[in-house]
């Protein structure tokens, strides 16, 4: 039996869906543990290609995927991929937490009205409600999934929620009517849809893991995400790292036996907020190009940089990293010079830590070593060592700084485009 987590150590879309369907083959659960349907994990099969938001990536592989308390549900958007699969002739098979909390329309549009005041010291959320979902499940305001199965629960939660919402909405100057009415048939029709897949998720997970099976938690976002380790307040709302995914399914730590941590070659991050690497220049173009770097969510363009190890660091202390998967290593094949920030420089001190004060991170120069490139390689290459011997310097300089293993080298979106170390 084994519990494997699998996180982003960077601000997300370093290539999890990928990672996760490949490590799905030995998995009988797959489960998301937070976030929602900002995410955007992509899964190439052959020729096929799945886009999932909020459906844990492992149903592909006809595992049973699930969605934890932690995760926030947007019913509309996840009924349509499951609708969308299952004409693909991918029945998923699901089970959502009864604890996991809705996306209401109300927090979308508080979400979008938000982010235009705040003009340009926006987030850059991805408008789908997530912040203002989490919110209301701090302030104890939130609609569960259990409250949609129920009509009257719901309607009485509507009568205490939506009186305050509305208040909201007005004070912003935006002309819309919460409808109780609709939102009330709506919801609890969505209720009825879902009812057949809602569940106690954590009792099954822990059976599960008594007897013995394979469970495979599946992270969204990256730890630069984090609510309280990333860049705040550019960050998402929940816990994105491995701490975050026992709360947002209900195991015990003591159950998972490894973390891996995904290292994109390089950095992207979407939306507002500093990112100390970044390119500005025809590399960044070059790296953004090629390497596909347009959101899977709000096809927004991603920022690209070199590789920071000081956020890799970071990422691998906070979440306790035990293995590596380096992905996109083909993207940087064909530039002459490559280069790792292997420190940053603030207020002319050299530090070799993720500083808390978003002013400072602003502030970062980063200091970096330079490694001659390579040439293009055979995206079908199946061992480490019949890599270009340039890559292979590049990786292990990965492995040495942060001390610890890459176990695999995903070198195009592919499934057999991989390499198992
Ligand atoms: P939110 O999660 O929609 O509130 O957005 C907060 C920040 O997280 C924004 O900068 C988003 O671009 C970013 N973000 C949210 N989800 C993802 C993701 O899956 N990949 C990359 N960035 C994300």
Redesign the pocket.
């Known amino acids: 039996m084994t519990v494997t987590l699998v996180i ?1 150590t960077q ?3 370093e290539g999890k869906g990928k990672v996760v369907d490949y490590f799905s083959k030995h998995a009988d659960y797959v489960v998301r543990f937070q ?2 349907n ?4 992509t899964i190439k099969v052959g020729e096929e290609i799945y886009k999932l938001h909020v459906t844990p990536s492992g149903v592909i592989q006809g595992k049973i995927g699930v969605i934890g308390n932690g995760v926030v549900i947007d019913p509309e958007s996840l009924l349509k991929e499951i609708e969308d699969l299952t004409k693909r002739g991918i029945k998923p098979k699901l089970l959502i937490s009864d604890r996991a909390h809705i996306i209401m329309p109300y927090h979308k549009i508080l ?1 979008g009205a938000e982010e235009q005041y705040l003009g340009d010291k926006k ?9 203002p979902c989490y919110s209301d499940k701090v302030a104890r305001n939130g609609i569960r999934t259990n409250d949609l199965l129920d009509k009257n629960t719901l309607d009485v939660l509507l009568d205490r929620i939506l009186p305050i919402k509305q208040k909201i909405i007005d004070a912003y100057g935006i002309d819309i009517h919460l409808n109780k009415k609709e939102i009330l048939e709506t919801f609890a029709n969505y209720g009825n849809r879902l009812r057949q897949y809602i569940t106690t998720t954590h009792i099954e997970l822990n059976t599960a893991i008594q007897k013995e099976k394979n469970i495979l938690l599946e992270g ?3 730890t630069m ?1 984090d609510v309280d380790f990333g860049t705040y307040p ?5 816990h994105t790292i491995a701490g975050g995914s026992t709360i947002g399914i209900g195991i015990g730590p003591k159950h998972i036996n490894e973390i891996i941590g995904i290292v994109k070659a390089y950095t ?6 500093p990112l100390p690497t970044e390119l500005l220049d025809k590399t960044g173009t070059y790296l953004q190009q090629k390497g596909h770097e347009f ?4 096809n ?1 363009p ?1 920022r690209c940089g070199w590789l920071d190890l000081i956020v890799v660091n970071h990422s691998c202390m906070i979440s306790g990293i035990t293995k590596l998967a380096i992905t996109k290593l083909d993207v940087l094949s064909g530039l002459s010079k490559i280069k790792i920030c292997t420190h940053y420089q603030l207020d002319k001190k050299t530090i070799d830590y993720f500083p808390a004060n978003i002013d400072d991170v602003a502030k970062i120069i980063p200091v970096y070593k330079e490694f001659k490139g390579w040439k293009e390689f055979q995206s079908d290459t199946k061992q480490l060592t019949d890599l270009p011997k340039e890559a292979q310097i590049y990786l292990s300089f990965i492995e040495k700084e942060t001390k610890v293993p890459i176990a695999l080298i995903s070198t195009g979106p592919g499934r057999t485009e991989t390499i198992e170390v």
């Open positions: 982003g601000w997300g879309d976030g929602g900002n995410a955007g994990h979400d987030i850059g959320t991805t408008k789908r409600g997530i912040g969204a976002q990256g995400l550019f960050t998402t709302s929940s992207t991050r979407v939306g507002q907020g959101g899977t969510t709000t927004r991603r």
